[in-house]
Nanobody, 123 residues
């Protein structure tokens, strides 16, 4: 059993920045691949970024160069600093954990989910 708690969402003007954090429980955090997904109203849940247990990263084309995923295994925390935010980034952002070392890009592959944090970017 793993619990994930996201924080850092809010309302920001287009062009601004936010940093999301995800705090995880669990003694095996270092072995988990971690991901960020987002879901806007009426849309499918969309992959944003992922990081493997070894620190390899992968990003959706829509956020590459603007968002960064990182992890601090000593703190059992994964981060998503976001810059140059656009109105199309508006969504609920979810942290997810996969109980394997390797990255996956689809939501069904992940085993644990946080409750989400709302990011709203005004135009």
């Amino acid at each position: 059993q793993v619990q994930l708690v996201e924080s850092g969402g809010g309302l920001v003007q287009a062009g601004g920045s936010l940093r999301l954090s995800c705090a995880a429980s669990g003694r095996t955090f270092r072995s988990y691949a971690m991901g960020w997904f987002r879901q806007a109203p009426g849309e499918e849940r969309e992959f944003v970024a992922a990081i493997s247990g070894g620190g390899s990263t992968y990003y959706a084309d829509s956020v590459k160069g603007r968002f960064t995923i990182s992890r601090d295994n000593a703190k059992n925390t994964v981060y998503l600093p976001m810059s140059s935010l656009k109105p199309v980034d508006t969504a609920v952002y979810y942290c997810a954990a996969k109980n394997t070392y390797y990255i996956s890009y689809t939501a069904p592959a992940y085993d644990y989910w946080g409750q989400g944090t709302q990011v709203t970017v005004s135009s």
